[in-house]
């Protein structure tokens, strides 16, 4: 039997429609490649390149390491950065897995409000406990005699500042550590009569441990890259990423900021390749019998874990409290009452409101930007056909921005864009390049999320297109964003609160146009006006958490039309 001749056009137009669907998809899956290696490989290379040149330009290979590691003060700042980052772990890890456990494995009351509570920091830029814990300890602090004459400004400060900031990341590691247990285990040990404490030696903790060393090496990375902290409240005890800015900023040194950026560099990869092993020796830990584990009651135990859960609670609060009361009040300590004049004379008057309403643009942007370059991509990669040597390429360059430190890549930025005869010197100084930066600092996360949620889809979705010659971008947009908006959403939050809080990435890359709320915070501090940095502080958390309660709202109603199939009939 032979085909009609229509019949061989008609079959012949089809492929030809599908190709030239197939090249779109290409197209723009080469494009989001190249964008990475723009914005992202590029700015890397230019800080090796600088680090093994002399302001000349000269090549002098190691001379720049050389230099920097015969200078007392500066390897001092080596240790400093490791002493500090050590101890920060050693204190977050454990007293987040106590809060980890007790919201997991007690019955206590309030388990919603405290774990509300926990994830207050990430909402805040990381300059406000800073601030607040110099109101808190100064010299003219509230609670000044507590700490029997040691100064708050140094490494105390620091590491209390930076156990804030890093507690709610190194939390959520460990509770979904803990809520992958299975219930049977639990089960048999009881039956088999073994003791608490046996139970949690055996089983617990061997469950936990892949978390907790996830979140040691988050919390330790995070440390150790932090800037805002040490600016503000770390006094003379230099860490590197003050030596960077210190480098870059005052003295205009570029090839030694090179040099100490490859430093900062060096922790980050260190647990980027230890994460990596991590994960390739983890196994399934819930299997399809798995039983959920669920805690009974004991009524000391509960009751522990509630003070416990009560007192970190209140600390956190007190950080943020401190910091808002001083946005309202006259003059710190002198006179409390109450007053709008921070916001007024200190922010409006004083025109650093400009500011603020930068930092929501850049937010904005970011947003829109970000969600689809980052869900666009992921799902390019992880769903289109063809081109499949460069799908494992444009996955690696999507996880390395997680390895590279906010301080390294705005250094980064400045030596390969501001190069006169890059193509893309346009962008240096205005807020294209804030947007930019921004949204490869926080490229990782996001696009693991979209690949969880992309993975829990079924490719038949895309056969069966493909079967019926339907655009890829149709089934995109009329399935998998449905399907997909919860974690579409999610990202657009995640963007949107860090853009808002994020100084290490811009603090280098700001023009006098596009100064950002979090670096005003940085420079209002600077200059001794607590007072109007607390209020914008303030104003950053608060549109932080009005943004939540937006997302939380949105969520709401959006997914009753759209996620209606997933709702038992």
């Not at 922790?267 to 819930?286: E, G, M, T």
């Not at 390395?400 to 390294?408: A, H, N, Q, Y």
Request: aromatic share 12%; proline share 5%; glycine share 6%.
């Amino acid at each position: 039997m032979t085909s009609s001749p229509g019949m061989q056009r008609s079959v012949a137009a089809g492929r030809q429609q599908s190709h030239w669907h197939e090249r779109i998809a290409h197209g723009l899956m080469i494009l989001v490649c190249a964008i990475l290696v723009i914005f992202l490989l590029g700015p890397v290379m230019a800080i090796l390149v600088k680090s093994v040149q002399d302001k000349d330009g000269n090549f002098v290979g190691l001379q720049q390491f050389i230099d920097y590691m015969s200078t007392p003060a500066l390897q001092q700042s080596i240790v400093n950065t490791v002493l500090m980052a050590t101890s920060v772990t050693c204190i977050v890890i454990p007293a987040a897995f106590l809060f980890a456990y007790a919201l997991t494995r007690s019955c206590m009351p309030f388990k919603p409000l405290f774990r509300t509570i926990s994830l207050v920091p990430i909402l805040a830029p990381s300059l406000l406990a800073a601030i607040s814990f110099v109101q808190w300890f100064g010299t003219q602090g509230l609670l000044k005699d507590v700490l029997g004459g040691i100064s708050i400004y140094g490494p105390l400060g620091i590491v209390l500042s930076e156990c804030y900031g890093v507690f709610p990341h190194a939390l959520m590691i460990i509770i979904t550590a803990l809520t992958m247990a299975d219930g049977r285990l639990y089960e048999a040990a009881e039956s088999l009569g073994t003791s608490r404490l046996r139970k949690f030696w055996t089983i617990t903790l061997p469950g936990a441990k892949y978390g907790l060393i996830s979140a040691s090496l988050v919390v330790f990375t995070y440390t150790v890259n932090d800037f805002g902290v040490p600016k503000v409240i770390g006094g003379n005890f230099n860490v590197l990423s003050i030596d960077v800015y210190k480098q870059v900023i005052g003295q205009q040194n570029f090839n030694k900021g090179a040099v100490v950026s490859l430093l900062l560099l060096m922790p980050a990869l260190v647990a980027f390749a230890i994460d990596i092993v991590i994960r390739r020796k983890l196994r399934a830990q819930l299997s399809a019998r798995a039983v959920p584990y669920t805690p009974k009651k004991r009524p000391l135990f509960d009751t522990l874990m509630f003070l416990y859960c009560a007192a970190v609670s209140v600390c956190l609060l007190a950080v943020l409290g401190m910091a808002m009361f001083t946005s309202f009040i006259k003059l710190w300590p002198y006179d409390l009452s109450l007053s709008l004049r921070h916001y007024y004379f200190g922010l409006v008057e004083g025109g650093v409101l400009e500011s603020y309403f930068n930092s929501l643009k850049m937010a904005f942007w970011v947003v829109v930007c970000g969600v689809t370059m980052i869900f666009g991509g992921a799902y390019l990669a992880e769903k289109t056909r063809g081109m499949d040597s460069l799908r494992p390429i444009v996955r690696l360059l999507a996880v390395l921005p997680m390895g590279v430190p906010g301080l390294v890549l705005g250094l980064g930025y400045i030596l390969f864009f501001n190069a006169p005869d890059n193509p893309f010197n346009f962008m240096y100084h205005t807020m294209a390049i804030l947007v930019v930066s921004t949204v490869i600092h926080y490229y990782t996360s996001s696009h693991l999320t979209a690949v969880t949620a992309l993975k829990a889809i079924d490719n038949e979705f895309e056969a069966v297109s493909a079967s019926l010659k339907v655009p890829f971008y149709k089934t995109f947009f009329r399935v998998t964003v449905p399907v997909c908006l919860p974690a579409i959403l999610d990202i657009g939050r995640y963007l949107f609160v860090n853009a808002m809080t994020t100084i290490s990435a811009v603090v280098f890359l700001y023009s006098p146009d596009s100064t950002l709320a979090s670096v005003a915070i940085l420079n209002l501090e600077e200059a001794g006006e607590i007072g109007p940095a607390a209020a914008m502080a303030t104003l950053i958390v608060m549109t932080s958490i009005g943004v939540c309660l937006l997302y939380a709202l949105i969520t709401r109603v959006l997914l009753l039309r759209t996620q209606a199939w997933r709702r038992p009939s």
